[in-house]
């Protein structure tokens, strides 16, 4: 089991057992895989009837973003609910939850967030074998969509995201995670990079980057990425 770190890497090749007789270990690669974020309501502590706490829902957006050798933006993923206007204006298109040839499918913008923390509340399914040959980085990245500008990571229950091998109904090995909620770096912020899938001599590896940023919104951070992370 591998289990990342900030600043880790590893190549989407694992190891297995010899074929008997033989004495060299075979390696096959890790196709598929998810990203997965999960969080909780934020409970108030004004009281209702019969003494239950109000619970107000949270918005988080997982999403990624693809580019080519050239560092040219040709793909992406992140939700159809961005407002177009906002999007147009940093000359970026509408959302969409599956890739070109269908190698990352998004699993539905959740707007509300969980009552307990056994399941990702949004999950990104990658299949290596699908992704077009034109995309050489895939960033995933994390923002808070907050209405009332007043929150960030910090006061959200149980935010996390983390890189997995498995299905979005059983995981298997979790590669990378990291606890957004209770790391204090996260406070007073409200988009991360989670890291990337880098194409270097036709193999892949995964970079774990795990950065707090200033910016707020999907299209700042886009913009960020495109000038510091790609």
């Known amino acids: 089991m591998i289990n990342l770190k900030k600043g880790g890497r590893f190549n989407l090749k694992k190891s297995?057992?010899?074929?008997?007789?033989?004495?060299?270990v075979a390696t096959s690669g890790i196709?598929?895989?998810?990203?997965?974020?999960k969080w909780g309501k934020i409970k108030k502590k004004a009281i209702l009837l019969f003494?239950?706490?109000?619970?107000v829902n949270v918005d988080l957006d997982l999403s990624c973003v693809m580019f080519n050798d050239r560092h040219e933006m040709v793909d992406w993923i992140y939700s159809p609910n961005y407002r177009v206007e906002y999007l147009?204006?940093?000359g970026y298109s509408k959302g969409k939850l599956v890739s070109q040839g269908g190698g990352l499918k998004h699993s539905g913008d959740d707007l509300e967030g969980g009552s307990d923390s056994s399941d990702d509340n949004e999950i990104i399914q990658v299949d290596m074998s699908k992704v077009s040959p034109d995309v050489s980085v895939i960033i995933f990245f994390?923002?808070?969509?907050?209405?009332d500008k007043n929150g960030d990571f910090s006061k959200i229950p149980?935010?996390?995201?983390?890189?997995?091998?498995?299905?979005?109904?059983?995981?298997?090995t979790v590669h990378a995670t990291y606890n957004v909620a209770a790391d204090p770096a996260f406070k007073n912020t409200k988009s991360m990079i989670m890291g990337k899938l880098v194409k270097q001599n036709g193999q892949w590896a995964f970079d774990?980057?795990?950065?707090a940023l200033k910016e707020d919104g999907l299209c700042e951070t886009i913009n960020k990425i495109k000038e510091s992370y790609v």
Do not use: H, M, W
């Open 88 to 90: 147009t204006s940093y």
């Open 31 to 37: 196709e598929r895989f998810c990203v997965g974020c």
């Open 51 to 55: 003494g239950r706490e109000k619970e």
């Open 208 to 211: 774990a980057i795990g950065d």
């Open 142 to 147: 994390l923002n808070y969509v907050d209405e």
């Open 158 to 172: 149980y935010a996390s995201i983390r890189l997995f091998e498995g299905t979005p109904d059983k995981v298997e």
């Open 16 to 24: 297995a057992p010899a074929v008997a007789g033989g004495s060299d």
